[in-house]
C-alpha cells in the first residue's frame, strides 16, 4: 500500500519551456503533498507544500510564480516549472502524507529535469 | 530551525555485520522520527516510524531506537547483505509536520 506515482521519470528539453510534473496517490486519498528538489550528493530540501482545493504554501526562497502548484484533487498534484532555465536543472521529488498526524511521507521515484 | 546530523557521509560492511548509523537532532524533540532508504536516481523509500515514547522498533532485519534525552537515533541493519547498500536518510517533522533530512549515510555492504 502507500504508493506514488510521478510522472515523467526524466525530462530534457530547452531553455525556456515550461515543464509539467505529475504526482499521484495511486491507493490512498491524500490531503498534503510535498515537493522536494534534490541536487547531487545532497539532500532534500523541501519546495513546497501542496494542500487539495487550496493555495500552496512555498518554503523561504522559493519562487512561487517559477514554481507552479495546482492540487486540484485528493489523488493529484502537479508541478510546473515555467520558463524553465539551465538552473532549474535538477531531480525533483514528491511525496504524499497519508492523513493522520503521525504517518510517514511516501515519496514518488523523482524527476530528472535536464534543461538545455 | 531543526539541525540535523547523520554521523558518517560513508559506512563500507562486511556482509553479515551489522551497520550502525547514527542520526542526532539539536532542538526540540519530534512527535516521532523517520528513517527512508534511497537508491540512486530513485525516491526515497519508507522503512520505519518511531514514535518519542517508543524506544524501539524493529522490522525484519531493521531496528531503530529514539533516545529523546540524548536526542538521538540509532538506526541497526542487521545481518547486512549487498543488497543492503543504499544511502539512508533520517527524517524529522517540525511543528506543522514538515519533513527534515539529514544528509545520509551511504552503506557500502562488501560480500
Known amino acids: 500500500g502507500a504508493v506514488v506515482s510521478q510522472h515523467p521519470s526524466w525530462v530534457i528539453c530547452k531553455s525556456g519551456t515550461s515543464v509539467k510534473i505529475e504526482c499521484r496517490s495511486l491507493?490512498?486519498?491524500?490531503?498534503?503533498m510535498f515537493w522536494y528538489r534534490q541536487f547531487p550528493k545532497q539532500s532534500l530540501m523541501l519546495m513546497a507544500t501542496?494542500?487539495?482545493?487550496?493555495?500552496?504554501?512555498?518554503e523561504q526562497g522559493v519562487e512561487k510564480d517559477k514554481f507552479l502548484i495546482n492540487h486540484a484533487s485528493l489523488t493529484l498534484s502537479t508541478l510546473t516549472v515555467t520558463s524553465a532555465h539551465p538552473e532549474d536543472s535538477s531531480f525533483y521529488i514528491c511525496?504524499?502524507?497519508?492523513?493522520?498526524?503521525?504517518?510517514?511521507?511516501?515519496f514518488g521515484d523523482g524527476t530528472r529535469l535536464s534543461i538545455l | 530551525s531543526q539541525k540535523i546530523e547523520q554521523n558518517s557521509e560513508a559506512l563500507n560492511i562486511q556482509e553479515g555485520k551489522t551497520a550502525t548509523l547514527t542520526c542526532n537532532y539539536t532542538?526540540?524533540?519530534?512527535?516521532?522520527l523517520q528513517w527512508y532508504r534511497q537508491d540512486p536516481g530513485r525516491g526515497p523509500v519508507f522503512l520505519l516510524l518511531?514514535?518519542?515514547?517508543?524506544k524501539e522498533k524493529r522490522k525484519e532485519r531493521l531496528k531503530v531506537t529514539f533516545d529523546t534525552t540524548l536526542k538521538q537515533s540509532l538506526f541497526h541493519i542487521t545481518a547486512s547483505q549487498p543488497a543492503d547498500s543504499a544511502t539512508y536518510l533520517c527524517?524529522?517533522?517540525?511543528?506543522?509536520?514538515?519533513?527534515?533530512f539529514g544528509a545520509g549515510t551511504t552503506v557500502t555492504v562488501r560480500a
Open positions: 511525496s504524499a502524507k497519508v492523513t493522520g498526524l503521525v504517518q510517514p511521507q511516501h
Open positions: 491507493d490512498f486519498q491524500a490531503t498534503t
Open positions: 501542496s494542500n487539495e482545493g487550496s493555495k500552496a504554501t512555498y
Open positions: 532542538n526540540y524533540s519530534p512527535a516521532y
Open positions: 518511531i514514535r518519542e515514547n517508543e
Open positions: 527524517a524529522l517533522p517540525s511543528r506543522d509536520y514538515k519533513l527534515s
